[in-house]
């Protein structure tokens, strides 16, 4: 059977940076596992080396990386935007089990309404939660990720826990914070967020993102997480 290519539009964010794109393989790799034909792939490498010069010298900018079903490959930029640390806001969304939501396609209005309700509520993110839209948040519902990132805990000991891919994206940055924090995955629900010390989100546009604070209760600074955020930055 001929390949045609991803059975929906996917993409890739990445952040160029004084020439070099941080885990540039494994964005390849997870674009060829949704579908991306070897021709589609090298059109993703050419595009994005056509960005490069232009950062070498400590400039830096983020790029989308589109892959049509039967097309070709489009590149994007825009400005790299500025680090802070993050608000997150408990909003209804999180659905594990949709095996969808476990590749990054290009349709992403199903997040529209975690948006909105979390800016309403002066966050800067929504941190999904498995329950119904019209159903209160306990403390038994599980959490997954944000509406760009994926979730990392700190308990009261020390233990760094994210989320179990299911029906969540495997975030390459994810990927690499697992290993590199001694990570364990395990199911967090609501009353682990409301117990964790420290909290940090992953994705390869900011890397390591410290939470302040999730729906208004301030969270530690873990030297941890800022150790991260540094063997990030130094990633080849």
């Known amino acids: 059977m001929l390949r045609r290519g991803p059975a929906t539009p996917v993409f890739e964010t990445v952040r160029l940076e004084d020439g070099r794109v941080r885990l540039w393989e494994q964005h390849l790799l997870r674009l060829r596992r949704a579908g991306a034909r070897g021709r589609q792939l090298t059109a993703a490498r050419a595009l994005v ?38 608000s997150l806001a408990l ?9 969808a939501r476990e590749q ?7 997040l529209a309404g975690p948006e909105r309700a979390a800016a309403a509520a002066g966050a800067d993110e ?5 329950t119904g839209a019209d159903d209160p948040v306990s403390d038994e519902c599980l959490v997954g990720e944000t509406a ?3 979730l990392f805990l700190v308990d ?3 233990r760094v826990r994210t989320s ?14 697992l290993e590199a924090a001694g990570a364990e995955e395990a199911r967090l629900t609501v009353a682990d967020v409301r117990a964790a010390r420290a909290a ?37």
């Open 126 to 130: 929504p941190l999904l939660v498995a």
């Open 91 to 99: 909003v209804p969304g999180y659905a594990p089990g949709d095996a």
């Open 148 to 150: 760009r990132a994926n």
């Open 49 to 86: 080396d056509v960005h490069r010069t232009a950062t070498r010298g400590g400039g830096s900018v983020v790029l989308r990386i589109d892959v049509e079903a039967r097309a070709g490959v489009a590149v994007r930029a825009r400005p790299t935007p500025t680090a802070a640390a993050w």
């Open 164 to 177: 179990p891919v299911d029906g969540l994206l495997p975030g390459v940055t994810r990927a690499w914070a």
């Open 104 to 110: 990054k396609r290009a349709d992403r209005a199903w």
């Open 200 to 236: 940090f989100c992953t994705n390869a546009v900011r890397g390591v993102v410290p939470v302040r604070e999730v729906d208004g209760r301030a969270l530690a600074r873990d030297p941890l997480i800022g150790e991260l955020a540094a063997a990030w930055q130094r990633l080849p």
């Open 156 to 158: 009261a000991a020390g």
